[in-house]
């Protein structure tokens, strides 16, 4: 059985599993600023109030969306086999420094809202509103976002974090150049009891059926949860191809 006690990343870019930060090649370390959530603590409060394995399921999505091929959830356990952080890494196009401000500024920031497809492999949105991303605090209190973003030929990493005792504060990291390839990862830490659930091979099932659908009509996306490939073909009793027309202009209401 797999287990996970090494960086997500093996290029100089990486996340640092004892400290939970992003390892940067000439060894400096980001500057942040704190911006406030344009809405109420009990509004977001009530986005957070979902089951972890949902939680999870947003994350994917959120990868999804950022045109992800491939996306691994990764659980860091501590000597008794507890879970004690959680990952979900892929190799999207990732945040850029630019967005980040109005992405966690507040809520419907998300520069979805403005079409309804991905820019590069014309995906449809999953998300659009920016809610999503407070469902991870189902699982726990601290959580960062480690970017990094392809431009101008060269990847550009920085952070975001959001802290449950202070859910209307944001802390934005200043960019910096690294090596690696362009993508996110969210971490999780300070968990809750729920978090668990997550070590349940029942799980793996749950998030497989209700993704069948997607992962068929994208059969190069690969999803890997706690070290296992998810296959969502013992979930498919009957495949059929229809035809769908999609009539709607990017700047109208869905």
Known sequence: EQRHSEPVHSADCVIDSRRSTRSIENGSRMSFKTITVGIKPDAIEKFSKVTADQAI???????????????????YRNEMDGIEKVVVSDDGHGISVDDAETIFGNIGGSPKRLRRRSPKLDRPYHGKEGRGRYKAFSIGRQIQW???VL????????????????????RIGSGTTCDGDPG???????????????????????????????????????????????????????????????????????
């Open 57 to 75: 399921e947003e994350l994917i999505w959120n990868a999804i969306d950022a045109e992800a091929s491939r996306i691994e959830i990764i659980f």
């Open 146 to 148: 480690h970017s990094r």
């Open 184 to 254: 996110c990862d969210v971490v999780i830490t300070d968990l809750k009891d729920a978090a668990s659930g997550l070590d349940n091979e029942a799980r793996l099932d749950n998030i497989g059926h209700r993704l069948a659908p997607y992962l068929m009509a994208n059969p190069g996306m690969r999803i890997i949860y706690d070290g296992e490939t998810l296959d969502y073909a013992h979930a498919v009793s009957r495949s059929e191809l229809l035809p769908v027309t999609d009539g709607g202009a990017d700047d109208e209401e869905p």
């Open 151 to 170: 431009s101008g030929g060269a990847v550009t990493t920085f952070c975001v974090e959001l802290d449950g005792s202070k859910i209307q504060a944001a």
